[in-house]
């Protein structure tokens, strides 16, 4: 059975940090292309970064330079580093795992963790 298990999220005023972290079991994370999508009330969930399984990563325009992903394949956890934020970050944020085999997409989701940016 797949598992990703998301945490780290909470409350921090706008330019704080907070680190988030996926915990995945049942696949291996580095075989899989890991994302990180949010997804604010009203608005449709968008994908903030990801990080394809040969270490391409990628980042939503809004985010670039503030926020850092990352996997270690020893713990088969993918992080989400998040400096600088801003109240526009607050969301829920889930984690992806992705793969394509033989034209059949397999993906897993967690059940996500709370961001919030506020004074």
């Known amino acids: 059975q797949v598992q990703l298990v998301e945490s780290g999220g909470g409350l921090v005023q706008p330019g704080g940090s907070l680190r988030l972290s996926c915990a995945a079991s049942?696949?291996?994370?580095?075989?899989?292309?890991m994302g990180w999508f949010r997804q604010a009330p009203g608005k449709q969930r968008e994908l903030v970064a990801s990080?394809?399984?040969?270490?391409?990563?990628n980042y939503v325009d809004s985010v670039k330079d503030r926020f850092t992903i990352s996997r270690d394949n020893a713990a088969n956890t993918v992080y989400l580093q998040m400096n600088a934020l801003k109240p526009e970050d607050t969301a829920l944020y889930y984690c992806?795992?992705?793969?394509?085999?033989?034209?059949?997409?397999?993906?897993?989701w967690g059940q996500g963790t709370q961001v919030t940016v506020s004074s």
């Open positions: 992806n795992a992705h793969r394509t085999i033989i034209s059949r997409n397999f993906d897993y």
């Open positions: 049942g696949i291996l994370v580095s075989i899989y292309d």
């Open positions: 990080v394809t399984r040969d270490g391409s990563t």
